[in-house]
């Protein structure tokens, strides 16, 4: 199931995550802040850095397939798909164990 075409930008995208073998993902830096302490930590500094909020950044990803990338997006954007926990994604881990 794709739910998003990551391959290009989209809505206002303003980030590109880049893998293994140059494959690239559109995002945005708001979305993946929101579901990932790792990857809202890493945006930050590069703000921090002199990139600006509304600038164009590319984050390198290079040790994740792109497989693993889709499924990360996909877990993330809605409409959401199961994950496997490989970016410490708090939020959703606190969400499936007040349900367990």
């Known amino acids: 199931m794709d739910c998003f075409d990551f391959s290009r930008p989209w ?11 140059g494959v690239t993902f ?25 990139e600006t909020k509304t600038s164009h950044m590319e984050l390198e990803a290079y040790r994740h397939n792109p497989e693993d990338m889709r499924e990360f ?3 993330i954007y809605p ?12 939020a959703i881990k606190w969400l499936c164990t007040r349900h367990i």
């Open 26 to 50: 559109h995002a945005h830096k708001c979305v993946l802040s929101m579901w990932s302490d790792t990857l809202a930590s890493e945006i930050s500094e590069r703000i921090a850095e002199g």
């Open 73 to 75: 997006l996909e877990a």
């Open 11 to 21: 809505n206002y995208s303003d980030l590109v995550v880049l893998c293994q073998s």
């Open 79 to 90: 409409p959401n798909k199961p994950i496997n926990g490989i970016y410490e994604i708090l």
